[in-house]
């Protein structure tokens, strides 16, 4: 059956610091995979996300993540964290033509002064 | 203004209590889908719909109805309130192409008591 999950419910970071949030997936073919960000009392907000072609995916506030079939994995990565990224991460799973999205559990990040 | 916009954006009401949320969106999709929120658990989907005849359950789909009433509004249902639906509600859209992304509401937060 088709999952996500990410292994760390809460992330501690200090501000400058890297930071990677883990995803692994569980998917038959190649997946649609996005990884959104929830600020608090907001809506979810679109990072970034991958189908196919180069690997290393770029998004928005200076995230971007790393497809790694071998691994079915999609970690996020940002390599100097701000105050203002503390918000709940999802990794999220499409996997067919339905649009229907499975979500990972979903980290929250706090960031350390 | 937003994308996607739900109303009430918070509800306090009873058990036993029919109560409707409502979400509209100025994307001019074809999809629409309402998710609720629980702690640990990521987003679950109550319902989609692909356009304004085609309306389908989600995974947890018990003790919810939905109505597409055009291709912009969206609205949740719950007939008869109880505790265990009290939760964080998103309603989102997206394009019919697969694995386009997703917009989301700023959701409603929901409190049976």
């Known amino acids: 059956a088709q999952s996500v999950t990410q292994p760390d419910i809460h992330i501690t970071v200090s501000e400058g610091a890297s930071l990677e949030l883990r995803c692994n997936y569980s998917?038959?073919?190649?997946?649609?995979l996005f990884w959104y960000v929830q600020s608090p009392g907001q809506g979810l907000q679109l990072l970034l996300k991958y189908f196919s072609g180069d690997t290393l995916v770029q998004g928005i506030k200076g995230f971007e993540a790393e497809f790694k079939r071998s691994q079915s994995s999609f970690n996020l990565r940002k390599p100097s964290v701000h105050w203002s990224d503390a918000a709940e991460y999802f990794c999220i799973l499409s996997f067919s033509n339905t649009g229907k999205l499975i979500f990972g559990q979903g980290t929250t990040l706090q960031v350390k002064p | 203004d937003a994308d996607v916009t739900q109303t009430p954006r918070n509800r306090i009401t009873k058990t036993g209590k029919r109560i409707m949320l409502e979400c509209s969106q100025t994307k001019g999709h074809d999809r629409m889908y309402w998710y609720r929120q629980d702690p640990g658990l990521g987003l679950r989907l109550i319902y989609y719909?692909?356009?304004?005849?085609?309306?389908n359950k989600g995974e947890i789909s018990d003790g919810y109805s939905v109505s597409r009433q055009a291709q912009a509004k969206f609205s949740l249902s719950l007939e008869s309130a109880i505790p265990n639906q009290t939760a964080l509600y998103f309603c989102a859209t997206s394009d019919s192409d697969w694995g386009t992304e997703a917009f989301f509401g700023q959701g409603t937060r929901l409190t049976v008591v």
């Open positions: 998917y038959g073919a190649t997946p649609y």
């Open positions: 719909s692909f356009d304004v005849k085609d309306i």
